[in-house]
């Protein structure tokens, strides 16, 4: 299973930004999807999981800010953040259980002050 993620970017304080990651391969089924975050010198951080029937995870971060959808047809994980602070700049993860998990490269997110 190979995971592309997208919709990274530079953004302004207070804006918002798509993230999405799509799933691909053959045989697998997604038990969840989601996104971490780490950001320089710090650790990696959950932002946001979604099960394949829907229930939700949201990191302290993410917490009233951040929705995130899975689109089962697509094997698409997609996570709308808003309010972004210069805080959330880091490099975003997506993962993806099938049921082992796997992580996509990374998508870079800038939040300009």
């Known amino acids: 299973v190979?995971?592309?993620?997208?919709g990274g970017g530079l953004v302004q304080a207070g804006g918002s930004l798509r993230l999405s990651c799509a799933a691909s391969g053959s045989g697998f089924r997604i038990k969840n999807m989601g996104w971490f975050r780490q950001a320089p010198g710090k650790q990696r951080?959950?932002?946001?999981?979604?099960?394949?029937?829907?229930?939700?995870?949201?990191?302290?971060s993410a917490q009233g800010r951040n929705n995130i959808s899975l689109d089962n047809a697509k094997n698409t994980v997609s996570m709308e953040m808003?309010?972004?602070?210069?805080?959330?700049t880091a490099v975003y993860y997506c993962y993806a259980d099938v049921p082992s998990r796997?992580?996509?490269k990374g998508t870079l997110v800038t939040v300009s002050s």
């Open 45 to 60: 951080e959950l932002v946001a999981g979604i099960s394949g029937s829907g229930g939700t995870i949201y990191g302290d």
């Open 2 to 6: 190979q995971l592309q993620a997208s």
């Open 82 to 88: 808003n309010s972004l602070k210069p805080e959330d």
């Open 102 to 104: 796997v992580w996509g």
